[in-house]
């Protein structure tokens, strides 16, 4: 479900998929002369940044992998579930190393609880967008954090996420 949303927010900013694996999805998006790229992964485990710069590596097009702006130019997203969200403390040194890792890729690891995927079923990315602008919906995420909510994953993908716009 994360990975379709995710996916359709992609979309939305007129990236295309050219490679998909159950895991793993390539995307470009060409505009004028600009080139930009983008991977979507989901991360079962937290693996050492060099690891998973080997596996983006080794499942990349070779499409990408010919063109010298990819490793310049490339976003991974890194997919990963939490049972639930206070895990996060668990994991911050590893996933804080695989965000600051200068190696190949820009990486953000947008996390994710149990619950809130329960939160967002059915849902899409235009739900997502009209989410995020709800004042009653941010005052009580602001209230408390920590609660698994629409708004919750929202605000971490827009967060997280900065390239996506909530307009």
């Known amino acids: 479900m994360i990975k379709q949303l995710i996916d359709e927010a992609l979309v939305a900013h007129e990236f295309a998929v050219e490679r998909e694996t159950d895991t793993t ?5 060409e505009k004028d002369s600009a080139i930009r790229f983008a991977v979507l992964h989901i991360l079962n485990d937290l693996p050492a940044p060099a690891e998973l710069n080997a596996r983006i590596n080794k499942l990349a097009p070779e499409s990408f992998t010919r063109n010298p702006s990819f490793k310049k130019n490339c976003d991974l997203i890194c997919i990963h579930r939490l049972d639930v969200l206070a895990e996060f403390k ?6 804080f190393a695989i965000e600051e890792d200068p190696h190949f ?9 149990t619950a809130e995927e ?6 899409t990315y235009d739900k997502l967008v009209a989410v995020i602008s ?28 900065p390239f996506f716009r909530a307009t």
Do not use: C, G, M, W
Not at 90 to 95: F, Q
């Open 105 to 113: 890729y820009k990486k953000y690891i947008l996390y994710y609880s």
């Open 25 to 29: 999805s390539f995307y470009v998006r």
């Open 90 to 95: 668990d994991h911050e040194e590893e996933i």
């Open 134 to 161: 709800d004042k009653i919906e941010f005052l009580a995420y602001k209230e408390n954090p920590l609660i698994a909510t629409q708004y919750s994953f929202a605000a971490k993908t827009f967060i997280k996420l």
């Open 118 to 123: 329960s939160a967002l079923t059915d849902f």
